[in-house]
């Protein structure tokens, strides 16, 4: 089966509840193994993005970066949904040039609405989106980090400096989306990765109301470790690098899901299932792989 092929579509009942959390293309990969399998699909997406169309919006309205989430309401719309294109088209030329017409509507949503929220929700009704995306928090946020070089602000310089030790928030006490911090406490599964390590997901996870969330949850904790280091931020590490890593930062997987052959130099501290789970090539997961191997973990209890 290739991530091409048609989507099964779970039972309405009985299947498990399960929250994503992270950002970026990884999340929008997970999501697409996860509706393969689960009843229930939530994304809980860093907002820390300030670059590029998301970085000029949340200046100019003061909204969450809706560029992840754009990616995530596409992850779970509706294939044969016009919309779901339409969301993703860059406007090449002029004053958008650079924007897709997803982050747009969402900005636009929210200045009608006055609710971020409820425009998410409106947006996803236009996708089609089964399940529900929200952001990690409510509010914009800036993602600092000490690295090789010193301390960095910005998701942008963050991402392009040396290798980091950990991160953090501005503001520090940020509110986070009191809706996710719920599918998180109601969860079955929640599943961290794959993606940038410090950027993405846990510029998610340690939003503070989700990180007590995450560590309050009866939920079974999957962290899908990337194909290979991610350059700069994680140069050099291994599977137990990245479970120190979010260790570190108040988050702790029940289990860890690899593919098979990846770095494991040093024993992590928490079980480690291997499964293949890339595509072909081996340079990225694979949704078609990705979502048995994750409903594995749910049958198995992690």
Known sequence: ??????????????????????????LATTLRAV?????????????ADDGGSSGRLRQAFGIPAPGDIRRCLVALGDPSSAWAGYFEHRFDAGELEGHPLGNLVIAGLASATGDFIAALDEAGRLVGTRGRVLPASTVPLVLKADAAGGAVEGQVNVSSTGRISSVSLVPPDAPA??????????????????????????AAAIVPGVLDALARTSANRVYVCNLRPQLPETDGFDVA???RALAHH?????????????????????????????????????????????????????
């Open 250 to 302: 108040g988050v702790h997987p029940d289990v860890v899901l690899c593919h098979p052959g990846g770095s494991r130099s040093d024993e992590p501290g928490v079980p480690v299932v291997e499964h293949p789970v890339a595509d072909d090539a081996g340079t990225a997961h694979d949704p078609a792989r990705l979502g048995p191997a994750l409903a594995g973990l749910v049958a198995r209890g992690g």
């Open 241 to 243: 690098d990245h479970v």
């Open 1 to 26: 089966m290739s991530s091409a092929d048609p989507i099964p579509s779970p039972a309405a009942t009985g299947g498990p509840r399960v929250v994503a959390v992270g950002g970026g293309h990884g």
């Open 177 to 202: 989306c009191e809706e996710a911090v719920a599918a998180i406490a109601e969860a079955d599964q929640v599943v961290l990765g794959p993606g940038s390590l410090f950027t993405s997901v846990l």
């Open 35 to 47: 509706r393969r399998y689960a009843a229930a699909v939530t994304a809980v997406v860093s907002v």
